[in-house]
């Protein structure tokens, strides 16, 4: 059984920082490509980054880029996303998902999910 459990959201002030985990079982992800989205309240799921399987090559949304930075640690298989430089409008809930190809940030193109974590950015 696939899973994957995100980990590291909570509550920060602007400005913060914050690195959120995917821990992912159950398959081997060889080939496949690790994102991250978010969700605010009344808005619909949107891109946020996304790795290469090797971890060679990222791809951001315009509106992360230089503030957050993905990673991945294949020999744990899990996925990181530190965040810094956090704005209100970041605040959402953050999935972590797998899918197959490179780079890719359709969401409809992502197999697996997390259950996402909660972010928010408040003073």
């Known amino acids: 059984q696939v899973q994957l459990v995100e980990s590291g959201g909570g509550l920060v002030q602007p400005g913060g920082s914050l690195r959120l985990s995917c821990a992912a079982s159950g398959r081997t992800f060889s080939g496949y490509s690790m994102g991250w989205f978010r969700q605010a309240p009344g808005k619909e799921r949107e891109f946020v980054a996304v790795?290469?399987?090797?971890?060679?090559?990222?791809y951001y949304a315009d509106s992360v880029k230089g503030r957050y930075t993905i990673s991945r640690d294949t020999t744990k298989n899990t996925m990181y996303l530190q965040m810094k430089g956090l704005k209100p409008e970041d605040t959402a809930v953050y999935y972590c998902?797998?899918?197959?190809?490179?780079?890719?940030?359709?969401?409809?193109?992502?197999?697996?999910w997390g259950q996402g974590t909660q972010v928010t950015v408040s003073s």
């Open positions: 998902a797998a899918g197959p190809g490179f780079l890719i940030i359709r969401l409809s193109t992502y197999h697996y």
């Open positions: 790795i290469s399987w090797s971890g060679g090559s990222t």
